[in-house]
Structures are given as C-alpha cells and as structure tokens.
C-alpha cells in the first residue's frame, strides 16, 4: 500500500515537473533536463498541517490517552459543539461516538479536558462569525454572544495542566473584540508561565497581531520573524509602492520565502527555457519580455549576494549564475558559479553549484586531455551524489518503472544531471572528435548506471492460466533473458547510438570489451551494461541491414543459443514469417531466425556466382532478392528492432534510418530481380518466376505463350500485378523511388 | 424573519431613496426633542451602577447618546484585507432604564472617511452602520429607537464624504421614522451644516492638547469664544449642546505628547506616583499597556477635568450665540465624573 502511495506521489510530481505532450509523443530531449534546484524544503504532510499534528500529539500527552492523533484531530478539529458539549454532559448521543472514537472516550471521563473543548469551539465559533466584523445578532437566539465571557472564563483557569491552551483562548477571544491592550498585558503576565508548545506559538501569532494594531510595528516584526510569518511581517512593512521581495530583503533577508519567491520565478523562466514545443534553449534565450524579467531578477540577485545582508549569498550568486544561462551569457554565468562556490552557503547548495559548473564546463570547454580528465573526475563525484541520494522511496519508484530514462523523463535529480550532462553534451563532442566508441561508453553509463544500482523492475503481465494480472519484481539479468518486453535495453540513448552508428564503431567497442583499457573505460564500464552477446546480436543484425550476411553469420555465431528469444521483437511475433516467401507464411522452424537466414543468404550468394546454369541462376538471384528485399519489409524484425514511425522516433544522435537503409535494400533487390529476369533466357523460366512474384498481368501480357500464362488465363478473372502493385503501394505511402522494374524487365524481354 | 424582512426594507430604501432632498428635516420631529436632558454614554460597557440610576432620575434624564462602536480603517495581517470595520462595540450590561430613550451613537475615525470615499463605499457603510446599529439595538431591548447620532471630526476635505454618508443613513432610517443627527464641533460651525435632522454642538476638546501650554485642552471659554466668533447668526441646523463632565489624561514622554488616555484612575501605586511638580499629573512607574499604548516609566500623565464654572459660563455664551429651543446634554456618564460635581452644579448646566 505504501508503495502505491508512494508511486502515485511520485507520478503526480512527474506530471509536475516534465513537459508532456498531449497525445504523445513521450519524449523529452536530455538537454531539457531541469537543473535548477535551489533548495529542498521539506514538504509538509498531506493529512494535516504539522501544526494541527503536534497539537494532537500534545493532547495525546497531556490526556495521557493511547489515542491516535487521527481519533485526537477528528474530536479536536471537526467534532461539533453540541457533541463536545454531549461528551462533557454524558448524553445518550454522545455515548455512541465515545464508542467510536478513543479520544471521544477519553474526554467522556476527562471533565477538564471536555470543558476546555467546549470552551474552545464556542470562541472558534464566535470568532468564526465574528470574521465578518459587521456582524451583530439581532436576537439573544441567533448566536449567544460571548467573546468577552470566554475570554474572562479562559482567565479564570487556575490549573497547570492546560494553561497554555486556556492562555490562548484568552488571547484570541480579546484579539477578535479588538481589546489588544488587554490582550498584551495579558500575554505579558502569563507567557513566562507558557510551555513552549504548539499553543504558546498560535498565541503568539495573535500577540504579533495585536502589537501591529497598537503601532508596535518592530515588536510586531519581532514576533513575526520569529514565527517565520513572512505574511505578517509583509503586512506591517508593506507600503503599496516597495514590492514583496524588497520589503521582506530589508526586514527579513534570510527568510525561506525570499529565496522561494526568487526560486519559483527562476523555475517559471526555466520551464519556457526548455519548453518542448518552444525549445528557447536552442536560441539560447527565453524570448523578449522574459529575457526582461530574467535580467531584473539577475540584478536583485547580484545585490543581495554582494551587500552581505544573507547568510547564503552562494544562493544568490547560484541563481544569478542560472538567470544568465537563460538569457544567453553562459561564459558569466560560470565565472559567477565560481563565486557562487567560494561563498557562504549550505553544503547542499555547493552542490547545486557543482552540477552546474559541470554542465557549464561541458558546454563550454573545447575538448582536451586535461579538460576530459576533470570531467571524468566531475562524474565520478555526480555518480557519488547518485549513490549516496538513492533512498527507499526512490529505489521504490524506480524499481516500479514510472521513472523512464528512455524518453528522459525527470524524476531523479542526481541521475538526471549525469544524463544531461552526458547525453546532451560529452557523447555529442565524443561524436564530433571521432572518438565513438567512447561515446557509447558515456552513453552506456548514462542508460544504465542507475538501473544497476536499483537493480530490479517490476513488471506487471497477465498469467497464462489464471489470466489475473501479476505484479513481480525481477533483476534485471530476469528481466533481459526472461519472455517479457525489454522496455530498457532497445529503447535508450545507448542502443539508438549503437543502431545508427556505422557498425565498426560498435565492433571496437564490443572487441575493447573485458580487456585493461583506461581507468575511466573501467569506470564507465562498471556502471554501464556490457553483456557482449547483446552488442553482438545488434551487430549481427545490422550487418543483415546492411546485407553483409557473411559478417552477419560471424557475429550472430558467437550467440548463445536461443538468444533470440531476448528481443521485443522476437516476443511481440516479428521473427516468425518465412523472409524467403513470396507471401506471409510462417516458418515452422524459427529457432535461430537471423542466423539461419544470413547463412542461407551467405550460401546463396556463393551458389549464385558458381551457378552455370543461367536460367537457375536466375531462379537463385530472385530467391537471394526475395530474402534481402523481405528481411527490411515483411520480415524487418530481421534485421530492425522497431519499425520507423515518425511519431516515436527519438532521433537524437542521427535520423533513425529505418526509411533509408530499407531504400537501399529495396534498390539492390530489385535491381537483383530486374537482373534476374532480364538475364533468363528460357521465356518459360522467366514468366514462372513472374508468376511467383505475383505479377499475373505482365505473365500475360508480355509471356502470353508460356504455360504460366495458360495457368493464369485459366483462373485469374482479373489480371493483376500483385507485385508491382504492392511496390506502387510503397511509393505512394513512402514517396521513395520508382519499382516498375519487373515491367520493364519483361518490356524489355519482349 | 423579521431582521430579514426588516433588511430587504432597508435595501429597498437604499435602492429607491437616493434622490430625496437633503434638507426635508423631520421638524415636528425634532422639535418635539427640544428641552430634554439628555447624556452621553461613552464607555465600551453600558452598565449603570447606582450613582449612574440616581443622577438619570435626579435631573429627569429623557435620553442617552450611547456610544454603540466606532468606525474605523482597518487592514488585517492575516486575511490582507482592508476596509471599514466596528471597533469599540459596547457590551450591555444594563438594560434600557426605564422612560429613557436611548440614541445609539457611532463615532466615525477620518481614517475611515478617507478610506470610504467611494460612493459605492459609502451607501455599502451606511447600510452596515444602520443595520448593525438596529442589530444591536434589538438584541440588547434598547427600545423604539427614534434617532441615530453619527459623530466624527470631519473638516473641509472630508466634508464631502461625511455629508454622503449622512444621507445614505438618513435615508436608509426614514422609513422607520428615525431621525438622524450629527454632532458639530466648534470649528464645524464655519462650513456648511451636515444633511440630518439635528446637531449637537461639543462644547468640549476646545483646547491645543498637543501644545504644552495649554491651560485645559478640555474646555476654555476664550478658545470657545474664538470659534463662536464670526458664526452665523442662524445655523442650518436645530442644535443641542453638549457639556463636558469628564476628564482625562494627557500621555507625554520627554516633553512630547504621546496620546490621549481616556482613563481618569491613575491611582493604582505599583503603576504610576503622583508628579511632585504637578498634583494633577502622575509618573508612570512600571511598563504597561494601556488602551492600545506601551507606557515606560518616567513618562507624565496629565489628568485633565472640566470645571462647572466654566461650563456654565459656555453655556451662557452659546445659548446667547443660538437662542431659541434646545437641550443640553452632558458628557458622559459615568460615577467617576459625576463625583466631581454636586447635584446643584449639574442642575446648573441643565438650566441653561
């Protein structure tokens, strides 16, 4: 239950801290990744405020009652009057809630506790009509009206035991009939008496209060400082012409309000930064008026940093640092964070600083030697924050999956950084300094690092048998062997990489594997996914898209067996279709699917050039172009692991090159099958292997004399170019080419 | 039922009443009031002791200006609201003495003049004053209520706003044939007279109290005299006049006046002593608060008091400047004041 709490939580605060599109697509750019984080408070609890709890837990002393605070806050803060007064007089009514409420019980023999209850409501309910301060009953029988004998009964209390509680009753009573004088002397005689609890504090609130009202601004302030009462204190300083922030800067400069104020317009300015639809942080600057706003915010945050009046001004120094990033001065930016980390602060903050200066340097710093090593000792600090910060609750949440790294959606801040950082602007320089096989190790590490930690994944699948919907908990090398979809391995920043990265890269990486190479290729490593036979497959099969099956056989061979069943594509039914078929049919034997056809494939192309036979050659070459052609199209989990759909492509390191390199298999097989038939001699040859393609009106039209013409003028009531239509098909949907060619091989046969 | 009936008449009489005349004054009405003694009623507890009960009975008291609230500006720290609000509402001990008629009073702050200027403000004012003042009236069985009595320190630049809100609560009573009057301070008899029924003339707070030398900040015939000075002959308004029996203190620190202090009992040793230069004045001695003030020791207190001698000789002084019909009335009631005088010198103020 705790965890489902916990991950509603934890859904709520991605929904707030993201960017969604409507109907998808769900994906994020790493550079979009929020950085600015200037503190975390701590949140209050949802059920009450901390100040209605510590009330309740104080009744639970005071009453020596094994109560729970929830029985104690149902009694204490929405039990009518006429039931508190049952409690006190035992009536028949009030017998019934003692029976279900412990606290009820409690008071049902506690008399002083009851009476002070009574006496509390009644004032809460007077004040309450008296929050409209016109009001005035006309009759005795609408209201009684006895703040002034509440207020002297409050007085009257002459026990220990709740006087803090019967002070406080006083002193709202005499607040709410404006009798501040006596309000104060009051407060002045009893509040050395006062325990320090919850109720000295809530009167104190009304003593600030009541300062204000008699013109002790400063007494007031004082009290409202204290308190941390930023509304109050604003309220008695406040002028109608010195805005909030300055207001509170003179009276209160370390308040949290202050730096919240600063933070949440920081925040407001950094989610248009790196607005999804908008993508400003590509202009490298929020537009016009915010660019505005963002340099007025700077200029305050320069003044509070350098006037010593805060005890943080790293803080100041930080936010300033973030406001220039935002408007186009990263270069100031980073020589303010170098203030921002020589000055006083919090710990927590000089980190903030650190992951900005890392991701500033990362920008910023041309590549070098010396610049790498810095960077990689950066990341190994940040990969310290993601260890040490790595709770419960967040393991928790991770570990039930709402955390999607794949789409870069936000939700664990250290990790976060290391991703944005890594993602957006090492790989991309490893990339441009031709250095790709380490960028798939930073990338790796980024994908990766934290699932290695956490460890597991909870998936959720519906039983075979019982069809009941099942919540289990794998590791991940369960998860990566296991018949359920992968949703980590084929659809991150690493394995789009590796898919579209020319193969001899992902080659070297796999060979450089397990072997002593640098310190920081151990490091990444260690925290990367480096299970060889899941490169080895990848290279595998893009060595089939690129129809170079020979390579293919090398690689796919070193495979365990039955390692095919580990692909999504091979679970979701996408390696069962016979790729030499000319249409959908399913192969009995499908074990070894890749495998098998790049060493028929392999076989074929030697057989093809030994062939002397000119009329099988032909009947090779179109058996050899049916298998290429199919591995992209009918059976492309041959050699893709998703289709190209523009909607979900990421492309993020380069187009996703479904369309492309299917364009150029396509081209090659049919310019094999065009070379096929155009090259057979024998007619009859020739419009058989027509007639299995499926193009029935060229058989008849241009090989009317062959018995495959017979065949199909006997059965066929309409002639079509099955084909060549399925090939027209693909020009309209794609736009992509021309494929008359079985036309005008026969064309040109005639 | 009733409050709600009696509110939607009160509406109906805000919505359809705006263009009366200012000047319809109910004269029967107000004549009908003239030669009754009368007294003010100022403190925030309407309770009638025995000195209080004796002195209505001596001399035949017809009706008590009671102070009901005050109106002030106020902003709330907690709600960051502002607006006009009652403060200082009386609580009601006593009940209405017997064939006494009781005149609700409400005391109007500049602040919360200034604050209504709006004519929308004013008309939303009014209707809260009166309803509030009806409210009061009722659940305290203070009796038919035949005049209401609004009191404030307006002068030229908030004469406007005073007068509108006279006649938004003039014509908010009419139909429940309340009058309304006005009081009028000296330096009010040089402008135009407020749009109610009746005025009462203050015959008191004549003095600079602000200024040390001041001999009685409360009533000073040559100060009196200055204001009558160049009055006209015949004022807009049927007057009564209002004679002060009350004292108070005059808060300085350092020489500097701090405030006024409506206490008169400055007795109590372990607070204040009594000054060595000045037998009416006392030196706080222990920090307090009082009436929304923080006294410090070595601050003076100066207990101010009126003398009857010279009220008398006011009283010669305006009833020669406005002859004709009127009643006095004498502020305020309370045994500590009346202590002071003896029957015959109150007798006295009520001849005149």
Not at chain 1, 88 to 115: C, Q
Request: charged share 30%; with cysteine.
């Amino acid at each position: 239950m705790k965890s489902r709490v916990f991950i509603a939580t934890s859904i709520l605060l991605l929904t707030l801290s993201v960017k969604v599109f409507a109907c998808g697509p769900w994906y994020y750019d790493p550079q979009t990744y929020l950085m600015y984080r200037p503190y975390s408070y701590p949140s209050e609890e949802w059920e009450y405020n901390t100040g209605a709890k510590e009330n309740c837990l104080l009744w639970q002393k005071q009453c020596k009652t094994s109560a729970s605070t929830e029985d104690i806050c149902q009694i204490v803060y929405k039990t009518s009057l006429e039931d508190l007064k049952g409690l006190l007089n035992h009536s028949f009514k009030a017998r019934k809630l003692s029976r279900s409420n412990a606290f009820a019980r409690t008071l049902w023999n506690d008399r002083e506790a009851a009476e002070l209850l009574v006496l509390a409501k009644e004032c809460e309910i007077v004040r309450s009509d008296l929050n409209s301060p016109w009001y005035y009953p006309a009759s005795k029988e609408e209201r009684p009206y006895g703040l002034d004998q509440i207020a002297a009964k409050a007085g009257d209390y002459k026990g220990t035991r709740f006087l803090n509680r019967y002070a406080l009753q006083k002193i709202r009573a005499l607040f709410s009939l404006r009798e501040y004088d006596e309000c104060l002397n009051y407060w002045n005689e009893v509040s050395a008496s006062m325990a320090d609890d919850v109720n000295k504090r809530m009167a104190e609130r009304y003593v600030a209060g009541a300062y204000f009202r008699i013109g002790e601004t400063e007494t007031a302030k004082d009290y409202y400082l204290k308190l941390e009462d930023i509304d109050g204190l604003y309220f008695c300083f406040r002028d109608g012409q010195t805005p909030w922030e300055e207001v509170l800067y003179q009276y209160a400069p370390d308040c949290k309000e202050l730096r919240e104020w600063m933070s949440s317009r920081i925040k407001y300015e950094e989610h248009l930064f790196y607005d999804t639809y908008d993508d400003y942080w590509k202009e490298g600057t929020v537009p016009g008026e915010d660019a505005d706003k963002c340099k007025e915010l700077a200029r305050f945050c320069a003044r509070v940093a350098s006037e010593g009046k805060v005890k943080d001004p790293d803080f100041w120094y930080y936010s300033q640092a973030y406001l220039m990033l935002m408007t186009g001065r990263p270069t100031e930016a980073s020589s303010l964070l170098t203030k921002a980390s020589r000055s006083e602060g919090s710990r927590e903050m000089k980190d903030n600083i650190r992951v900005f200066k890392l991701y500033l340097d990362s920008v910023l710093k041309p590549w070098s030697q010396s610049y790498e090593n810095e960077m990689v000792e950066g990341l190994k600090w940040l990969d310290g924050m993601i260890v040490d910060h790595l709770d419960e609750a967040k393991r928790e949440t991770i570990e039930g999956g709402v955390y999607k790294m794949g789409i870069n959606l936000s939700y664990y801040y250290w990790n976060d950084m290391m991703r944005k950082i890594v993602l957006s602007s090492i790989v991309p320089k490893l990339l441009k300094n031709h250095r790709e096989t380490s960028a798939i190790r930073f990338a790796n590490m980024a994908d990766n690092r934290l699932l290695n930690l956490v460890g597991k994944s909870r998936v959720w699948y519906q039983d075979k048998d019982s069809r009941e919907w099942v919540e289990e908990d794998l590791s991940l090398g369960q998860l990566r062997t296991g018949n359920l979809f992968n949703e980590h391995d084929y659809s991150n920043a690493l394995f789009e990489l590796i898919d579209t990265l020319d193969v001899i890269h992902l080659e070297r990486y796999v060979a450089s594997l397990g072997k002593a190479g640098s310190k920081t290729d151990a490091f990444l490593d260690e925290r990367g996914y480096t299970d060889k036979a899941f490169f080895q497959e990848v290279i595998g099969t893009k060595h089939i898209r690129e129809m170079r099956y020979k390579d293919a056989v090398k690689w796919l061979s070193m495979l365990p067996k039955g390692f095919q069943t580990r692909l999504n594509t091979y679970k979701h039914g996408y390696m069962d279709l016979d790729p030499f078929a000319q249409s959908k049919q399913n192969l009995k034997d499908k074990s070894e699917y890749k495998l098998t056809f790049a060493r028929k494939m392999a076989d074929l192309e030697s057989a093809i050039t030994k062939e002397k036979n000119a009329s099988e050659r032909a009947r090779k070459t179109v058996q050899y172009a049916t298998g290429m052609r199919n591995s992209v199209s009918m059976c492309w989990g041959m050699s893709f692991y998703r289709k190209s759909v523009a909607d979900t492509d990421t492309e993020y390191f380069g187009p996703t090159y479904f369309s492309r390199k299917q364009d150029a298999v396509f081209s090659k097989s049919e310019k094999l099958f065009q070379q096929a038939i155009r090259n057979c001699p024998d007619r009859e040859t020739a419009a058989s292997i027509l007639y299995e393609l499926g193009n029935m009106k060229t058989v008849t039209e241009c090989y009317p004399e062959t018995k495959s013409a017979v065949i199909v003028k006997g059965e066929c009531d309409k002639l079509v170019d099955y084909h060549l239509e399925r090939r027209t098909h693909y020009v309209e949907s794609y736009g992509n080419g021309p494929y008359e060619f079985e036309r005008k091989a026969a064309t040109t046969m005639r | 039922m009733k409050s709600i009936s009696r509110l939607i008449s009160l509406l109906s009489v805000l919505l359809l009443g705006c263009g009366c005349s200012e000047n319809t004054h109910s004269v029967i009405d107000s004549q009908q009031r003239d030669h009754e003694n009368a007294v003010y009623f100022w403190k925030t507890r309407f309770e009638l002791g025995g000195s209080e009960t004796s002195f209505l009975k001596e001399h035949s008291i017809k009706r008590i200006y009671l102070k009901y609230f005050d109106v002030d500006y106020e902003s709330n720290p907690v709600t960051q609201e502002e607006g006009v609000v009652p403060v200082g509402t009386t609580s009601f001990v006593s009940g209405r003495p017997k064939d006494i008629e009781i005149v609700p009073t409400v005391f109007i702050t500049i602040k919360a003049l200034v604050y209504i200027r709006d004519k929308k403000l004013v008309t939303d004012s009014a209707w809260k004053i009166v309803q509030r003042i009806l409210n009061m009236s009722s659940y305290n069985e203070m009796g038919n209520i035949r005049e209401v009595q609004l009191d404030c320190d307006w002068t030229e630049s908030t004469q406007e706003t005073y007068f509108a809100l006279c006649r938004a609560t003039k014509d908010l009573l009419k139909n429940d044939n309340i009058i309304i009057s006005s009081t009028i301070r000296l330096h009010q008899l040089r402008l135009p007279a407020p749009p109610v029924e009746r005025g009462v003339l203050m015959l008191y707070n004549t003095g600079a109290m602000r200024n040390p030398a001041t001999n009685n900040s409360i009533l000073d015939i040559n100060d009196v005299k200055v204001y009558l000075k160049g009055t006209p002959v015949k004022y807009e308004l049927p007057l009564d006049f209002a004679y002060p029996i009350y004292s108070w203190g005059l808060w300085y620190r350092d020489h500097e006046f701090m405030g006024i202090l409506h206490q008169n009992d400055y007795l109590d040793a372990s607070r204040y002593t009594v000054s060595e230069e000045n037998g009416s004045s006392f030196i706080v001695q222990k920090e307090h608060i009082l009436e929304g003030h923080r006294l410090i020791p070595g601050d003076m207190i100066r207990l101010e008091t009126s003398d009857s001698n010279t009220i008398k000789e006011t009283a010669s002084l305006v009833t020669a400047a406005f002859p004709g019909k009127h009643s006095n009335i004498i502020y305020h009631l309370d045994s500590k004041n009346l202590k002071q005088y003896s029957q015959d010198e109150i007798k006295g103020i009520y001849s005149y």
